[in-house]
């Protein structure tokens, strides 16, 4: 039973390029998560799926665009990528949206974009 | 305003002290509150629930004032391995999603 997981972990991207972040679970859960966490801003949601074929914004959606390939997996994708994306990238999953307060996070991606 | 705000420190304590954190939440519809804890260059997990009546795990206490909108955390006989960033985090009743602060540091100093 692995959790979470997110590949790749580290990434370094020139200003434009584009690529997708992949995110896994294995805990059979409803609700998926993209966050980005910077420093002194905390843990801001960029997408969510509450269930299987549903996709929506977060707080931080503009730049990244999101798929939920299936109830396992939930991609989160730049397609431009620019300075100001340069974050680490946190995906999570829960059973339910809003069904108490544990989310299981990934490992996280550590990307750099100059 | 961050709707959820909490002092970043860092808190620098001794080995045995009782180190207290506090934060304030501004969306009165926030229902349900929750610490997590993050190791350093970790994801988060959850460390405990916070319930109005107060609860406590080991030397762990969160406490909730809905009247003042703030959550608490009290740590007691603090140990090494308590080094790490705590985050308090809101989850208001019509969304469901959870809102973090942006975490305090706590390092535990022999």
């Known amino acids: 039973n692995a959790g979470v997981t997110q590949t790749p972990k580290f990434q370094v991207l020139k200003t434009g390029q584009s690529m997708t972040l992949q995110c896994a679970q294995d805990?059979?859960?409803?609700?998926m998560y993209w966050y980005r966490q910077d420093p002194g801003m905390g843990l801001r949601l960029i997408y969510y799926?509450?269930?299987?074929?549903?996709?929506d914004k977060g707080e931080v959606p503009n730049g990244y665009n999101v798929s939920r390939l299936n109830k396992r997996e939930f991609s989160l994708r730049l397609e431009s990528a620019a300075p100001s994306q340069t974050s680490v990238y946190f995906c999570?999953?829960?059973?339910?949206?809003?069904?108490?307060?544990?989310?299981?996070f990934g490992p996280g991606t550590r990307l750099t974009v100059t | 305003r961050k709707e959820v705000e909490q002092d970043p420190g860092p808190f620098n304590v001794p080995e045995g002290a009782t180190v207290a954190f506090n934060c304030t939440y501004s969306?009165?519809?926030?229902?349900?509150f929750f610490w997590y804890r993050q190791d350093c260059r970790k994801e988060p997990k959850l460390l405990m629930s916070?319930?109005?009546s107060g609860n406590e795990d080991g030397r762990f206490t969160a406490q909730l004032n809905r009247a003042s909108q703030y959550i608490s955390l009290l740590i007691r006989d603090s140990k090494l391995s308590d080094s790490a960033t705590y985050l308090c985090?809101?989850?208001?009743?019509?969304?469901?999603?959870?809102?973090f602060g942006q975490g305090t540091t706590l390092q535990v100093k022999p």
């Open positions: 985090v809101a989850q208001p009743s019509n969304t469901g999603k959870l809102i």
């Open positions: 799926s509450a269930s299987e074929g549903t996709t």
């Open positions: 969306n009165s519809a926030s229902q349900s």
């Open positions: 805990m059979n859960h409803n609700s």
């Open positions: 916070v319930y109005s």
């Open positions: 999570a999953s829960n059973k339910i949206l809003g069904a108490g307060g544990e989310q299981y």
